[in-house]
């Protein structure tokens, strides 16, 4: 069946460091992939996605590209900072299970000043 | 701006007690979910919905039980409530994707309710 596996947490790093979360997937159809990211407190948000192989999705600095040779979505920043401190969830949608979503355990980042 | 609301927050119940976890969308969004969250294990599907009257079961149902009397509303049954359900509770919801898909792949998320079974 479909699974996603990401990085064991946690993860410190200094401010301005480069990050990056690995995430590898398992799907029988031509998944969508998907980084949500947590804030304390709060609920999961979309933070970027990508449809199709070698699609890159970016947004607030991260990135994350889609390879379908080596089945996975690495999320990247080249400098984070104090607010990024949060947990990030790599997914997967397959439309041939009509889209259900398959989440990773997730990966809690803490920045530090 | 409300989004997605869930209540309570928090709950702690015992061994056997009855409770419903509400969910409210004000997006118009045809697809509703709920999700558990527990340590180590990311986040499993409960239940969905793709519409009003329609509801069905994902990945871990048992000990749950979901209606869809309206767009807005999707709320989440515990019948007898077991330690194993302590958990953290999100609902999620989606417009409808094309081609007949369950949601466009974008889900937008409650802030969570967080549920102590003793």
């Known amino acids: 069946g479909d699974s996603v596996t990401q990085m064991e947490g946690p993860v410190t790093l200094s401010e301005e460091a480069f990050l990056t979360i690995n995430c590898t997937y398992t799907?029988?159809?031509?998944?969508?992939l998907f980084w949500y990211v947590q804030y304390p407190g709060e609920g999961l948000q979309l933070l970027l996605k990508a449809t199709k192989a070698d699609d890159k999705g970016s947004n607030k600095g991260f990135e994350a590209t889609y390879r379908k040779e080596t089945t996975s979505f690495h999320l990247e920043k080249g400098s984070v900072q104090v607010s990024d401190s949060a947990v990030y969830f790599c997914a997967l949608s397959d439309r041939g299970t009509g889209n259900q979503f398959y989440f990773g355990t997730g990966t809690s980042l803490t920045v530090i000043p | 701006n409300a989004g997605v609301t869930q209540t309570p927050k928090f709950q702690v119940l015992k061994t056997g007690q009855s409770m419903t976890l509400q969910c409210a969308q004000d997006?118009?969004?045809?697809?509703m979910s709920w999700y558990r969250q527990d340590p180590g294990m990311g986040l499993r599907l409960i239940h969905y919905s793709v519409g009003a009257g329609i509801t069905d079961q994902g990945e871990v149902p048992n000990g749950y039980n979901v209606s869809r009397s309206t767009t807005e509303d999707f709320p989440l049954r515990l019948l007898s409530a077991a330690p194993s359900q302590t958990s953290v509770y999100f609902c999620?919801?989606?417009?409808?994707?094309?081609?007949?898909?369950?949601?466009?792949?974008?889900?937008?998320f409650g802030e969570g309710s967080r549920l102590t079974v003793l």
């Open positions: 997006m118009n969004h045809e697809y």
């Open positions: 799907a029988t159809g031509y998944p969508s």
């Open positions: 999620a919801s989606s417009h409808r994707g094309r081609g007949g898909f369950r949601h466009t792949g974008e889900l937008f």
